[in-house]
């Protein structure tokens, strides 16, 4: 091997011998630091020693990757590059900026570029490493995962835990952010058909939210407040998922692992008498597309009573079969119950099973002609009637179950507990309108296995750039 070594450059051979070099101290250092911390008894208390070698060994890694950086200049080999307004950037000085890794800090010196047609500045190697504001593409890879199933508090805590890296709350905030931005305009450009529906039917549930705002998010904005003024905007939620399984009674059970989310604050109102279709409406006809649910043999749209759900539902999907949620109509039975009766009466909670039981067995004359009974003194019956007879048949649960369909038993509302509540509206929180919709975004994506292709993607975006 050593003669074949002639053949290289000067140059070549130089690099060659600070590889070696440089693993050889890497490798001594490592030795050095193992053996001083066994000698003094590390193997006592084995969690402090391998936190104390893992944390060595990056920063020797860190002072190697930094140390080869900085001596290459090939960043700034020409005195002018090409900006991408379309001018010339010329050479100015190279340039030291601390940036987060996942072996932690490092200093780097980059060449520094400026474009005097658009007066921006720009080092090419940031570019080229990906290195957003001042973090790593693999922590900022961290701080999305974690930032997506918890607190940017959390977060950061579980950070320095399991990384042992120092990422502040605002810090997760701002990168978890930026990534919940990207990850908003690509479910927008990336629409790509499923090859195939995963399942012969397939159900597509929609709900809504209310997510607690700051009050900026809330200007002029009418709520259900005393005083007429909102705290929350509602978000909305569409998943897809299939029931080709059954619990041991033989009733559907939605798919473990055949759930998708897409959830935005966004409005189900079309805009314009053209028929222009709504934000909302566009969002799920692109989950409805990448799922394949227009071409299932079989179609169902869930969802409550909202009135949005179903204009909307009968736009897009004409052939799917429409079913309120068995969950909610029960829910909203059992409130009337205690606007009647009083809460906790024990007549309240008989007239509800009864109900229920009526519900269940399709007898929806006797179950509407009971609540009609009501509706002239309560308020909370008479809007029950409407919505019963609004929705009847989307509430032939008798048939729907002959069929083999899951009519649901709170698959859409776990949805919104689990992407928008579990994340969103826990006590303390209130957020900016980008926040509520990035950080939604994020957690949609994440809990619907998409996030690896999206990293790919960026990846491959950034490497054409
Ligand atoms: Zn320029």
New binding site residues.
């Given amino acids: 091997m050593g003669r074949c070594r002639t053949r290289l450059s000067q140059g070549g051979l130089e690099r060659g011998r600070r590889k070696k070099g440089l693993s050889t101290e890497l490798g001594s250092a490592l030795a050095k630091e193992t053996e001083k911390l066994i000698g003094q008894g590390a193997l006592e208390d084995f969690e402090s020693f391998e936190i104390a070698l893992r944390d060595h060994a990056l920063r020797l890694a860190a002072r190697m990757v930094e140390r080869q950086l900085n001596a290459d200049h090939s960043d700034a080999a020409t005195s002018y590059k090409p900006?991408?307004?379309g001018?010339e950037?010329r050479f100015v000085d190279r340039r030291q900026k601390s940036f987060l890794t996942v072996l932690g800090e490092i200093a780097l010196e980059r060449g520094y570029y400026h474009?005097a047609?658009?007066q921006?500045g720009f080092c090419p190697r940031d570019q080229l490493l990906g290195l957003d504001a001042s973090v790593s593409p693999g922590v900022l890879h961290m701080i999305s995962a974690s930032a997506a199933l918890v607190s940017f508090e959390e977060s950061s805590e579980l950070l320095v835990e399991l990384a042992g890296l120092r990422v502040n709350a605002k810090q997760v905030e701002r990168c978890a952010e930026m990534v919940g931005d990207e990850i908003i305009d690509d479910e927008r450009r990336v629409v790509e058909a499923a090859d195939a529906p995963s399942a012969p039917t397939l159900y597509l549930g929609m709900d809504g939210t209310g997510v607690p705002m700051r009050k900026e998010a809330l200007v002029g904005r009418q709520g259900k407040q005393e005083d007429g003024s909102a705290k929350t905007r509602e978000m909305k939620l569409c998943t897809v998922f299939s029931a080709e399984g059954h619990d041991a009674d033989g009733v559907p059970m939605r798919d473990h692992g055949s759930v998708t989310y897409s959830a935005a604050i966004e409005s189900a109102a079309s805009k314009d008498p053209d028929d222009e279709p709504s934000e909302f409406a566009g969002r799920v006809q692109r989950e409805a597309t990448r799922r394949g649910f227009e071409r299932a043999q079989r179609q169902v749209v869930l969802g409550d009573g909202a009135p949005w759900i179903w204009n909307l539902a009968t736009d897009l999907f004409p052939d799917a079969i429409q079913i309120v949620d068995r969950f909610h109509a029960k829910q909203s039975l059992s409130q009337v119950a205690k606007a009647i009766f009083g809460d906790g009466s024990p007549i309240a909670a008989s007239w509800s099973e009864q109900r229920h039981a009526e519900l269940d067995a399709g007898e929806l004359d006797s179950l509407i002609a009971a609540v009609a009974d009501h509706r002239e003194r309560n308020e909370a019956a008479r809007r029950c009637c409407k919505h019963l007879e609004t929705n009847r048949l989307r509430m032939r649960y008798p048939e729907f179950r002959s069929q083999g369909l899951c009519t649901s038993s709170g698959v859409v509302e776990a949805g919104c507990k689990n992407v928008v509540g579990a994340r969103l509206k826990r006590s303390g929180m209130h957020w900016t309108l980008r926040g509520a919709g990035a950080i939604a975004a994020l957690r949609a994506a994440r809990l619907s296995r998409r996030l690896p292709d999206f990293w790919d993607r960026r990846r491959l975006s950034r490497k054409a750039a």
């Fill in positions: 900006c991408s307004c001018g950037a474009c047609a658009c921006r």
